[in-house]
């Protein structure tokens, strides 16, 4: 029996719980860590212990002596793989993922081999057996500002922007800003580690992974063992984080050359540790950002340049000075990217890539440009909103910052506040609030997408998303139900498998914007066509969606979400000590799919934000060229303690272009949300603080200096 889609409106925007929510409280949701397979053996990653140099020799022998040791994968004996192609989004592929194919060490923490063994405990033990000889070379893992072999790059946008006689205007300028800031190298720490289990089945390579993409991660797997498309298989059910950094790695690679030497099920998961050196992290930066301004507070001249780094084997930019591109004009208007290639591993994606590390400049430098002025923080930045892109020249989709910044500055209290700095006391504490600026692109890619109407009367989604602990899963539930116009109980969701066709990664916050109009434009034409009356077979009644064509007639604009950042610190002034007392962000981020999630979202971001502003810092040991403390021991975070009563709510900001309205969320909760914090601890104190973390040793030298 056939039963007729029953019209159901308003799921998108009402809050839901996530669909698979008991399965993860309850432990039934498998990851990529632990699903079972029959047969399965443990691989074990070795990494070099010097920065740069040569494998002069590897001693195999008596690790494949060892109890339970099957395999031992090194440059000597491990399958070739292919490196002349183009991946994602036009991306070379950084040859770290080319496991195994020479014998060099460009960097600490290198693959050397990958052993395998019947249980992992064998397998790390025999790795840590592993005895490699090398020939040591010289290392620079130097990172200063103005490195003399920077050189400009541009990464996914210009290197450099100009335009007027930037220092004819800040000659002209009644007030000039001058400062230099800096950002340190700062890691993901996903909960889960970076793991994978791959087997050869019937002569398909079938991959269980932790990624933000699963055909991100076919087609690459499939480029370097030189396979058809179609006989990778991966899937990507549940994921416990990623950040960016949950793309393509070593380990990934190196399982797929042991399931094929071996022809058995291999599992490789990273510790903690080998992800200090394998998975990404976001570069350090330094950034010189100049301001000028006529008395009234309009800017005449902006300048923001920023320096990365990268590894001298791939390069990746981090576009910091990106945010001056798109948040204010100036008569003179130059933004500069740099790299500088050192014996580091190679950066990557990092939530909010460029726009993270560069609003703690701007937005500082826009804070302390409001201070020489005596012009309100606020005020400022509202007259010199642009009209238009300032790099660009586009119009913009919809620009609704300051309606931000009136509701944020209404909520907390702004009005209130004495712009003085060091004034309000209580007890040990001085009290200090700031704010700052929000943006980040907001985009849309091609996208597939199924509808099935099953006989039984329920729906059944098929889409190859991603759902990092978004919440995508149940949004996509939410905007299926409202394309067909039924409860969201009749909608079932699946995601995460390379089978299911192309489909935008999760990132870049354009991941929930792209499923989501393509499983629209599926619901819509599965509604229509059931409205026919001719019922549905014991098969169903499937269509397919591809919006690749609707994307591409996208007029340019710039679009963007945006978002007001609002925080208030104690700093003790004896101990250095800064508490975050409370912080209010609200943004404009198109349509709210899942308000419960997303406000989830927007609060993991500002936390992140409050632990990149006083306490994310990854040190490198000059003599080793490794971390002082690859491990969540040595690289501090935000604890429960440090984070306070947070809130986060937005503005009504539909997008007029995209079917549902969404723009995007997934990066904007930490933007300027340093700087705020930043801001905040200068009216405490009446000291600046450009270089981040704010720990207790800058903040007392500080207060000494001042």
């Known amino acids: 029996m056939t039963t007729a889609p029953t019209a159901h409106k308003g799921a998108v925007g009402t809050a839901h719980t996530r669909v698979e929510g008991r399965d993860k409280v309850t432990g039934a949701a498998r990851y990529a860590g632990e699903v079972p397979f029959t047969g399965l053996v443990h691989g074990w990653l070795a990494l070099s212990t010097v920065a740069r ?34 991946g994602l989004m036009g991306m070379t592929p950084d040859p770290t993922i080319t496991v195994f194919q020479h014998d060099r060490v460009p960097h600490l923490g290198w693959p050397v081999a990958l052993v ?33 072999e920077a050189y400009d790059a541009g990464g996914f946008g210009p290197a450099v922007t100009g335009k007027g006689d930037l220092e004819a205007e800040l000659a002209a300028s009644a007030v ?41 991660v076919a087609g690459e797997l499939a480029n370097l063992f030189s396979l058809d498309p179609a006989s990778v298989r991966v899937r990507s059910e549940h994921v416990g984080g990623g950040f960016g950094s949950k793309g393509v790695r070593a380990h990934q690679v190196a399982a797929v050359m042991a399931a094929t030497v071996l022809q058995r099920p291999v599992r490789v998961v990273m510790t903690r540790r080998q992800m200090f050196s394998l998975a990404g992290y976001r570069s350090p930066t330094t950034q010189r950002v100049r301001l000028g301004a006529d008395p009234d507070g309009r800017l005449r001249a902006l300048e923001h340049r920023s320096q990365c780094l990268s590894s001298t084997v791939h390069e990746f930019v981090e576009p910091a000075a990106g945010p001056a591109r798109v948040m204010y004009d100036a008569d003179a208007h130059h933004t500069a990217n740099r790299v500088v290639r050192l014996d580091v591993p ?4 990092m939530r909010a890539p460029g726009e993270a590390p560069g609003s703690f400049a701007l937005e500082s430098a826009f804070d302390e440009l409001a201070e020489k002025l005596g012009i309100d923080p606020i005020e400022l930045r509202a007259r010199n909103e642009p009209e238009r892109g300032p790099v660009s020249g586009l119009p913009f989709g919809s620009r609704n910052l300051h309606a931000c910044f009136r509701e944020g500055a209404r909520r907390f209290g702004w009005a209130d506040r004495d712009p003085r700095p060091g004034l309000r006391r209580e007890g040990r504490w001085l009290l200090g609030t700031g704010t700052a600026a929000a943006s980040f692109g907001a985009g849309a890619a091609p996208s597939t997408a199924s509808l099935t109407a099953e006989a039984d009367g329920s729906f059944t989604v098929r889409i190859n998303a991603a759902d990092i602990g978004t919440g995508a899963r149940t949004a ?21 498998d390379s089978d299911f066709g192309p ?35 014991p098969e169903g009644v499937t269509v397919r969606s591809d919006t690749t064509a609707a994307i591409g007639a996208l007029a340019q604009r710039e ?22 007392r409370r912080m209010l962000g609200v943004f404009a981020a198109g349509r709210i799919v899942n308000p419960l999630t997303a406000r989830s979202q927007f609060i993991g971001g500002m936390t992140w934000g409050i632990s990149m502003a006083l306490h994310e810092e990854a040190v490198r040991d000059q003599a ?23 809130e986060a709510d937005w503005v009504d900001d539909p997008d007029p272009e995209d079917p549902v309205g969404i723009k995007g969320i997934g990066e904007i909760g930490i933007v300027g949300a340093a700087a705020a914090v930043a801001n905040a601890v200068w009216h405490a104190t009446g000291v600046r603080h450009r270089h981040l973390p704010i720990r207790p040793d800058r903040v007392l030298m500080a207060g000494r200096d001042a």
Do not use: C, K
């Open 624 to 646: 080793s060229g490794g971390h002082y403390g690859a491990d969540l021991a040595g690289y501090p975070v935000a604890a429960h303690a440090d984070v306070p009563a947070i």
């Open 503 to 537: 489909a935008m990664i999760a990132g870049g916050s354009m991941g929930t914007r792209s499923w989501a109009w393509a499983v629209t434009a599926a619901g819509t034409e599965l509604r229509e066509r059931l409205a026919l009356g001719d019922g549905i077979p």
């Open 346 to 349: 190679t950066p990557t994606f």
């Open 176 to 216: 000039v800003l001058d400062a230099e800031y800096t950002t340190p190298e700062e890691h993901h720490n996903p909960m889960e580690p970076h793991a994978v289990t791959v087997r050869w089945d019937a002569g398909r390579l079938d991959v269980v992974d932790s990624n933000q993409g699963t055909m991100w």
């Open 559 to 580: 679009r963007h979400s945006y978002g007001a950042q609002f925080a208030e610190v104690a700093v003790d002034p004896a101990t250095g000590e800064v508490r975050v």
């Open 116 to 148: 395998v063994a019947e249980t992992s405990e064998q397998a790390r033990e025999a790795a840590e057996a592993l005895v490699v000889h090398y020939e040591q070379e010289p290392h620079d893992i130097d990172f200063a500002a103005e490195h003399p």
């Open 476 to 496: 996509l539930t939410l905007v299926a139900a409202d394309a067909l116009e039924v409860a969201p109980e009749r909608v079932r969701v699946r995601i995460g």
């Open 53 to 86: 140099g040569r494998i002069r020799a590897i001693e195999s022998a008596d690790v494949l002596a060892m109890p339970g040791v099957l395999a031992v994968l090194t440059h000597e004996n491990a399958p070739r793989v292919a490196t002349d192609y183009t």
